[in-house]
């Protein structure tokens, strides 16, 4: 196995996830991807930058927050070798993982997926 996808929402209860994927992907000798696909809220109020030049920061501020969080539940820095980080803004979240899958072809494509109680 060479390439195991992550995809998380950077919650507590995907942390069992994300250390499964790790430490699954130590066991196999392969590269851990975890990724984060961000959805931008629209822009409600006038800004003097360019919409590209707003997603561009955003998606650099979503990198550094889900490198501190691999490095605090993982006990380890991210350093690029084995363990790579990358962030996708995308409107629809599962159409992001998608894509990125279809970019990378991992051989394994792992998901925390928050389920919510119906009333």
């Known amino acids: ?52 030049q707003i997603e561009l920061q955003v998606v650099e501020e979503r990198k550094e927050v889900l490198k501190m969080y ?3 539940h993982l006990g380890q820095r991210i350093d690029g070798s084995r ?9 629809s979240i599962l159409n992001g993982i998608f894509l990125k899958s279809k970019e ?4 394994l494509v792992l998901m925390w997926e928050k389920r919510q109680a119906y009333r």
């Open 70 to 72: 691999c490095a605090k």
């Open 1 to 52: 196995m060479k390439t195991i996808l992550y995809a998380t929402d950077l919650t507590e209860q995907a942390v069992p996830a994300l250390r499964y994927a790790h430490e699954l992907s130590n066991r196999l000798g392969a590269d851990l991807l975890v990724l984060n696909v961000h959805q931008m809220p629209p822009t409600r109020v006038p800004v003097t930058r360019m919409p590209d």
């Open 104 to 107: 990378v072809s991992p051989n």
């Open 83 to 91: 363990i790579k980080i990358e962030v996708e803004n995308n409107d």
